[in-house]
């Protein structure tokens, strides 16, 4: 149980374009889903805390409008990267927790390899 | 700051062994930690978690040590085998809905 699907896995893309990651709960309501990002040999930088039919809560620095999420379902929560730059090229995770498991344990997607040319 | 930072980067151990990650954490505040496991180019997997009111716990063939006097908790793995080969990520909370991942330790098991 817990799974946690993250779709693609990976993309190469122009710069100057947007690019859509999906994260989704297959076997459990998430209650909240949270979106990393994680520089090679580093640890996971928190983004974005997202519930579902809400806002996002982006962390200091991270920039909203860069980044879109939309969590329109208890499954389902969607990272925009929009007008990407190379700059932007990183692995980006997504993970899900919900309140009828153990409370605080984050379930983890495999991760979206971006790539900006 | 808080932090949770950990003390070696790397970890070498020969297949068969005992292998001990440490993860040090400077909130104190903090009454919940979990171990995950990071293979290359994958996310990060639970392994096992505790919370403040024990000093440890066993899970299958790994432990998890909690240490609050020192701020410090560690995760032993026994009889290393290669497919433990990974970075290991210590991450605390502290009643909220977010974790803090150290900053990983990786894991390397040779035969």
């Known amino acids: 149980g817990a799974v946690v699907s993250q779709h693609p896995s990976r993309v190469i893309c122009k710069s100057g374009t947007s690019v859509k990651i999906e994260c989704r709960s297959l076997d459990f309501q998430a209650t909240t889903m949270f979106w990393y990002r994680q520089f090679p040999k580093k640890s996971l930088m928190l983004m974005a805390t997202s519930n579902e039919g809400s806002k996002a809560t982006y962390e200091q620095g991270v920039e909203k409008d860069k980044f879109l999420i939309n969590h329109a379902s208890l499954t389902l929560s969607t990272l925009t990267v929009t007008s990407a730059h190379p700059e932007d090229s990183s692995f980006y995770i997504c993970s899900a927790r919900t309140d009828r498991l153990a409370k605080n344990i984050q379930y983890f997607g495999a991760g979206t390899r971006l790539s900006v040319l | ?111």
Request: charged fraction near 20%; aromatic fraction near 10%; proline fraction near 4%.
């Open chain 2, 1 to 111: 700051g808080e932090s949770v930072g950990l003390h070696l980067p790397t970890l070498s151990v020969q297949e068969g062994d005992n292998s001990i990650i440490n993860c040090a954490y400077s909130n104190s505040a903090s009454d919940y930690f979990i171990w995950y496991k990071q293979e290359s180019g994958k996310g990060p997997q639970f392994i096992i978690d505790i919370r403040s009111n024990m000093d440890k716990r066993q899970g299958q063939r790994v432990t998890v040590l909690l240490n609050k006097t020192v701020k410090h908790l560690s995760l032993q793995i026994a009889a290393t085998q290669p497919g433990d080969s990974a970075v290991y990520f210590c991450a605390e909370n502290m009643d909220t809905d977010k974790l803090i991942f150290g900053t990983g330790t990786r894991l390397q098991v040779f035969p």
